[in-house]
């Protein structure tokens, strides 16, 4: 579902199956036991950048930080976003569900974009820590 000009939400499903015929990158999140999003391969996708993370706010009692959202990836997407953002027309996100880990980015990105994230949280369930911490990190430091 598109939600702006430049973001494209998609489930593990919908991004294992879509085509876009202009350049674009895609970020594909998955939960630390799953494999990587087989990605169809498209010819205008410049780059793909996988995470993986467990849609949590927190960790859980006794779970390393690195099996949620944390600073390395915060670095990570705004550097990949940085890098792409006058060379594509479109970012494609992906998480298992399509509903809250891509959505959360997307929101943080089209927030950093200049857009209107509102369409996020009325269409989906963003990730709060996702898009806490990536719209903190790019205000305070533009990464």
């Known amino acids: 579902?598109?939600?702006?000009?430049?973001?494209?939400?998609?489930?593990?499903?919908?991004?294992?199956?879509?085509?876009?015929?202009?350049?674009?990158?895609?970020?594909?999140?998955?939960?630390?036991?799953?494999?990587?999003?087989?990605?169809?391969?498209?010819?205008?996708?410049?780059?793909?950048?996988?995470?993986?993370?467990?849609?949590?706010?927190?960790?859980?009692?006794?779970?390393?930080?690195?099996?949620?959202?944390n600073q390395g990836h915060v670095k990570n997407i705004l550097r990949f976003y940085r890098r792409y953002i006058e060379q594509v027309d479109g970012f494609v996100i992906n998480c298992e569900a399509g509903i809250s880990r891509s959505a959360g980015i997307g929101a943080a990105l089209a927030k950093i974009s200049g857009y209107d994230d509102s369409l996020f949280f009325k269409k989906f369930c963003p990730n709060r820590r996702v898009y806490r911490m990536l719209l903190s990190n790019w205000f305070s430091t533009e990464v």
């Open 1 to 69: 579902m598109q939600l702006s000009h430049h973001f494209l939400i998609l489930s593990r499903e919908g991004a294992e199956n879509y085509r876009l015929e202009v350049p674009h990158v895609c970020i594909s999140v998955r939960d630390p036991e799953s494999n990587k999003a087989s990605l169809y391969p498209n010819l205008t996708r410049l780059d793909a950048l996988y995470l993986e993370f467990h849609d949590l706010d927190e960790p859980l009692p006794g779970m390393s930080e690195d099996k949620v959202f």
